[in-house]
């Protein structure tokens, strides 16, 4: 059966997973990328190096974002969401990453204050937020 997520289940997949895609879209290009992230109920929270997906949501600060969890191919959840970027610094960036931070401890098994980000000592991170705007959602489950 394939159907529509309600409300609660698109809130409730975006807020378990720590894995999402973002689609940007800038210079004639889009530009889809996986990354961990963490979210509060109106925003992602991620962080990334400097590079081709930074320039792009810095110039066009549209974009598009997605979580998926598949059992199979018979069962599987998607929520696709729409909203606007921006960069955080100073202490709203340093709360950012200690939300992401304490999110993804949760999920890995490393120990407690390892970084999220395996190069975050030798090169430059940018923080950032996705204020979500519009959330949809899909399934498909065996009957």
């Not at 991620?46 to 598009?64: E, F, S, W, Y």
Request: charged content about 20%; hydrophobic content about 40%; aromatic content about 10%.
């Amino acid at each position: 059966m394939l159907g529509e997520l309600t409300g609660r289940e698109i809130e409730t997949a975006l807020r378990e997973n720590v894995i999402g895609r973002i689609g940007c879209h800038a210079f004639a290009q889009t530009y889809v990328v996986p990354i961990t992230y963490a979210y509060d109920g109106t925003y992602v929270y991620a962080h990334t190096t400097v590079g081709m997906k930074l320039h792009m949501m810095r110039d066009n600060p549209h974009v598009c974002f997605e979580v998926d969890k598949m059992d199979d191919l018979a069962n599987w959840i998607s929520v696709i969401a729409w909203g606007t970027f921006e960069e955080l610094h100073g202490p709203a960036a340093a709360r950012a990453m200690q939300f992401l931070v304490e999110k993804i401890e949760l999920r890995l098994s490393g120990p407690p204050g390892a970084s999220v980000h395996p190069n975050s000592a030798t090169e430059p991170v940018a923080v950032f937020r996705v204020k979500l705007e519009l959330k949809t959602g899909r399934f498909e489950r065996r009957v």
